[in-house]
T-cell receptor, first 113, second 114 residues
Framework: KNQVEQSPQSLIILEGKNCTLQCNYTVSPFSNLRWYKQDTGRGPVSLTIMTFSENTKSNGRYTATLDADTKQSSLHITASQLSDSASYICVVSSGGGADGLTFGKGTHLIIQP | GAGVSQSPSNKVTEKGKDVELRCDPISGHTALYWYRQRLGQGLEFLIYFQGNSAPDKSGLPSDRFSAERTGESVSTLTIQRTQQEDSAVYLC????????????FGPGTRLTVL
């Protein structure tokens, strides 16, 4: 069964600090891995999308890594800001339509001033 | 340009009633997806439309759930005889086509079944 596990479930850090969120997956076949940010009461917004051949991709202060051999991905947030408080969802695609997407339950990140 | 919009933003209904949720995708996006997000849970895929092809209904949890899409525009998700376990946020997303990896999500409709 395809699964995406995210850790930690929740995280609280001080503003300005860095943090790293983890995503481990057992999805086959693998097409791409996506990280989304979901603010409370809003729909998810895409941060990064990585295919098999990409092992790092940045979007501003967000940097995602992908190790397709160990089936692990991480999302690193640098110099956190209060607006980074959100849920971060890892999604792995097997390709094809939406039924090929496996969603993680997300990491709930809280940035404290 | 406008993003994906959904209405209503919140819906409270009594158990046993039918509800209709609406999604307006981004203009020109041929692929449209419906997801359900229960409290504390990950996103669940419900149904997927691609152009004029038959929709992929493999995620619909029961025959009480149905969805329609008019051409490549508005979609309506209907839940008949609602149950308390239907309470969730229902999210709609669209993308240029099925091969386009980036999905754009709407703000969701929060459904509460009393």
């Amino acid at each position: 069964k395809n699964q995406v596990e995210q850790s930690p479930q929740s995280l609280i850090i001080l503003e300005g600090k860095n943090c790293t969120l983890q995503c481990n997956y057992t999805v086959s076949p693998f097409s791409n891995l996506r990280w989304y940010k979901q603010d409370t009461g809003r729909g998810p917004v895409s941060l990064t999308i990585m295919t098999f051949s990409e092992n790092t991709k940045s979007n501003g202060r967000y940097t995602a890594t992908l190790d397709a051999d160990t089936k692990q991905s991480s999302l690193h947030i640098t110099a956190s800001q209060l607006s980074d408080s959100a849920s971060y969802i890892c999604v792995v695609s097997s390709g094809g339509g939406a039924d090929g997407l496996t969603f993680g339950k997300g990491t709930h990140l809280i940035i404290q001033p | 340009g406008a993003g994906v919009s959904q209405s209503p933003s919140n819906k409270v209904t009594e158990k046993g009633k039918d509800v209709e949720l609406r999604c307006d995708p981004i203009s020109g996006h041929t692929a449209l997806y419906w997801y359900r997000q229960r409290l504390g849970q990950g996103l669940e895929f419900l149904i997927y439309f691609q152009g004029n092809s038959a929709p992929d209904k493999s995620g619909l949890p029961s025959d009480r759930f149905s969805a329609e899409r008019t051409g490549e525009s508005v979609s309506t998700l209907t839940i008949q005889r609602t149950q308390q376990e239907d309470s969730a946020v229902y999210l709609c997303a669209s993308s240029l086509d099925s091969s386009e990896m980036r999905q754009y999500f709407g703000p969701g409709t929060r459904l509460t079944v009393l």
